[in-house]
């Protein structure tokens, strides 16, 4: 079975600092993998995704990740963030279409942007 | 495309009664998804269909049933509301091998008193 580990609960930064956002999956068999970002009282929004090719993955609002199979990670970074980019953040997995298509999430990192 | 729609946005229900949740998608996705999330906890599947006609039980089914009779929608049935349903839920769809990106619903709200 796959899983999700966040390694930070809570992230906390000063604005224009950048940030890196811990994920580690496992699995038995080759994934896709996601980041979602959700701000207070809102659903899930993608940032970005990995699903095969290149193992640097751009998404939005400057946000991206990297793929490292030989760790099982999928870190995502910012270079400098902004007060607006305070929210939860989950990493997500999912075993492909074997598996249906189901996603395994983390228990998310809040991030928090500090004036 | 309005893309994953849930309602209602809120409810409040009293322990021991029943309510339906709605969810219906507009872009022809052949699999949908039921999620609760709970405060730290991440999200968790509750169930999931493959198609019309085609449901199965994810992580945490216990107190939930669904059903899929068109591909647009996937109501969760709660029967005999407990605290412990007390959550969020997130309906979501995905377009499998051409699209393989799960899109989520805005969310219900529901506390159980």
């Known amino acids: 079975a796959q899983s999700v580990t966040q390694l930070d609960s809570q992230v906390p930064v000063f604005e224009e600092a950048p940030v890196e956002l811990r994920c580690n999956y496992s699995s038995s068999v080759s994934v896709y993998l996601f980041w979602y970002v959700q701000y207070p009282n809102q659903g899930l929004q993608l940032l970005l995704k990995?699903?095969?090719?290149?193992?640097l993955v751009k998404g939005i609002n400057g946000f991206e990740a990297e793929f490292n199979k030989s760790q099982t990670s999928f870190h995502l970074r910012k270079p400098s963030v902004h007060i607006s980019d305070t929210a939860e953040y989950f990493c997500?997995?999912?075993?492909?279409?074997?598996?249906?298509?189901?996603?395994?999430f983390g228990k998310g990192t809040l991030l928090t942007v500090n004036p | 495309n309005a893309g994953v729609t849930q309602t209602p946005k809120f409810r409040i229900l009293k322990i021991g009664q029943s309510m339906t949740l709605q969810c219906t998608q507009d872009m022809n996705h052949n699999y949908m998804y039921w999620y609760r999330q709970d405060p730290g906890m991440g999200l968790k599947l509750i169930y999931y269909?493959?198609?019309?006609?085609?449901?199965d039980k994810g992580e945490v089914p216990n107190g939930y049933n669904v059903s899929r009779s068109t591909t647009e929608d996937f109501p969760l049935r709660l029967e005999l509301a407990a605290p412990s349903q007390t959550s969020v839920y997130f309906c979501a769809s995905n377009g499998g091998l051409a699209v393989p990106m799960v899109d989520f619903g805005p969310g219900t709200r529901l506390t159980v008193t």
């Open positions: 990995y699903l095969s090719g290149s193992t």
């Open positions: 269909s493959v198609g019309a006609g085609i449901t």
């Open positions: 997500a997995v999912s075993e492909g279409g074997g598996s249906n298509y189901k996603l395994t």
